[in-house]
């Protein structure tokens, strides 16, 4: 046992009424704002683990959200806290308690990003903030995150032979997951003939390609490892490994994102991973990838060693990424075609198809699920399972 | 909406400045010679602090291409491309190609950079360079 492998479980996952919620946004209304997707979530991850909200003694708070607000919302004084994205969260719970920190971690996130309009291009774009390249070649009208992985695919298939229609393969697989997932926002399968005839936005990636924008919210609830073991009525889901790597140098410029994809990001992150899990690629049931764009899929499957560098066009056509044939990718749908929770909702996927309650979307005898981001060539990855 | 932008940090203030002259400079580190895009306090390779602004030569080659078939800014209509360029000096930049449409045989192809008015300031573009 390395790092904090085996130190930390699950025990508690919940989520806002997506279909529902977006039913209202999309005719101008607003259920919530982001600490009242936050606190529905906050609830049912309460109710799944059979604890009291006094248990908790460590927050984390989503990136959307206030830390002291949310603790003040939701009404408790932890010992222990950070504001995080949902991958770091989970790292920054495993690495708190395992310093003896916090024992019962509530890890929340409300988003109201479509009631409240929130733009990812244009003027102000969303993450400006913290990520300069969001920004900075707006003179030349070049915005979005979308026109960036346009960019970086344009040169992948240069470099590789990968083709549109291989990428097609992401939103159509995604779509049957999400068809067979009764909190999807998108239900109706599609074909290849629809990806490739759906417009595009930034060539050359269609509208398929793009994530769903919608509000809501997500909460687990991580406990020590031992102490999640006594709890009655609840299958801990254990994590088993955390790696993480950043390519920051010229990211404003692109430089990782045209020379390789941020692959060497991946490969280091699927390093420490496996090596701190004890287990490989073989071993997954299921994988979960970040999907702002279904871009990030074919890159993962390359760099977390699914496949070899440039064969992720082979993979997608031959082995397949879908829970009909192959190794299911974003079993619920993910991004694209679920809930766009950034990240959160991939968690709690992950831990509900280990737990084994997914319905017709559950991946048979589910043992390990490894979930991946790349976002902004912040390569990090969650190892998830018995 | 909106029109687009400039990030004006107090590093982009010359930079800016040299393209209104139709001399595009970008800071070149005294310590390593390594040319670095954006404009910033410090080599991230030798971490010398003393660099001199230095115009580029105008050339590079293409990297990669997208086209915006969405608006996001009052003054760019789709649709309208942006390319990525990698400079003779070493940095990639994002800018917009003239004269001809990206395709798929433009990457790689050589490019140089031109001046042209866009809401009254002056913008580096680039096109095809000539001989090809």
């Known amino acids: 046992m390395t790092g904090v492998s085996r130190v930390a479980a699950v025990v508690g996952v919940g989520n806002s009424d997506w279909i529902a919620d977006n039913r209202i946004t999309r005719n101008g209304g607003k259920p919530h704002n982001s600490f009242g997707y936050a606190a529905i979530a906050f609830k049912r991850a309460l109710a799944d683990a059979g604890i009291t909200a006094d248990q908790i003694d460590g927050v984390v708070a989503g990136p959307t959200t206030a830390h002291e607000r949310m603790c003040e919302v939701l009404g408790i004084n932890p010992r222990w806290g950070v504001q995080a994205d949902a991958m770091l969260g989970v790292q920054e719970a495993c690495l708190a308690i395992n310093a003896g920190m916090a024992e019962v971690v509530l890890l929340v996130y409300g988003n109201d990003q479509k009631s409240a309009a929130v733009n990812y291009g244009g003027a102000n774009a969303a993450g400006g903030a913290n990520f300069l ?254 | 909406m909106a029109k687009a932008t400039r990030v004006l940090s107090m590093y982009d203030v010359p930079m800016w400045e040299s393209i209104e002259r139709g001399a595009w400079a970008l800071q070149r580190c005294s310590g390593c010679g390594v040319f670095r895009y954006p404009p910033s306090p410090i080599c991230p390779d030798c971490h010398s602090m003393e660099s001199e602004w230095t115009p580029l030569a105008g050339t590079g080659t293409l990297l990669s291409w997208t086209v915006f078939h969405r608006q996001y800014f009052d003054d760019y209509k789709p649709p309208y491309n942006a390319v990525t360029v990698r400079l003779t000096e070493g940095p990639i930049i994002v800018t917009n190609l003239v004269g001809a449409e990206p395709d798929k045989d433009c990457i790689g192809r050589s490019v140089v950079i031109v001046y042209e008015t866009h809401e009254g300031q002056q913008l580096p573009r680039v096109k095809y360079t000539k001989s090809e």
């Not at chain 1, 919210?217 to 088993?240: D, F, N, T, W, Y």
């Open chain 1, 133 to 386: 390249s969001y920004v900075y070649h707006a003179p030349w009208g070049f915005t979005s995150q979308g026109a960036l992985y346009a960019m970086q695919f344009q040169r992948y298939m240069h470099e590789t032979g990968f083709t549109e229609r291989d990428l097609g393969e992401v939103a159509v697989a995604q779509r049957l997951h999400s068809s067979l997932n009764p909190q999807a926002i998108m239900q109706k399968r599609i074909s290849i003939d629809d990806y490739l005839t759906s417009r595009y936005v930034t060539e050359p990636l269609h509208l398929f390609d793009y994530c769903l924008i919608n509000d809501g919210g997500v909460a687990l609830i991580i406990m020590e490892a031992s102490r999640a073991a006594k709890l009655k009525g609840v299958k801990p889901v254990v994590i088993h490994g955390i790696g993480r790597s950043d390519l920051s140098r010229g990211a404003t410029s692109l430089e990782p994102r045209l020379t390789d994809f941020y692959r060497p990001a991946q490969r280091e992150a699927a390093t420490q991973v496996f090596g701190m899990a004890g287990v490989g690629p073989e071993d997954m049931s299921a994988l979960q990838v970040y999907d702002s764009f279904s871009v990030h899929i074919p890159l993962a499957l390359e760099g977390y060693g699914y496949c070899p560098t440039d064969g992720a066009g082979e993979f997608l056509r031959e082995t397949g990424i879908s829970l009909a044939k192959g190794l299911p990718v974003n079993t619920s749908g993910g991004h694209l075609s679920e809930s766009y929770m950034q990240g959160w909702n991939h968690q709690i996927e992950a831990v509900r198809q280990v737990r084994g309650i997914c319905g017709e979307r559950q991946v048979p005898d589910c043992r390990f699920v490894h979930y991946s981001s790349d976002v902004a060539g912040k390569a990090v990855s969650i190892i998830y399972g018995e």
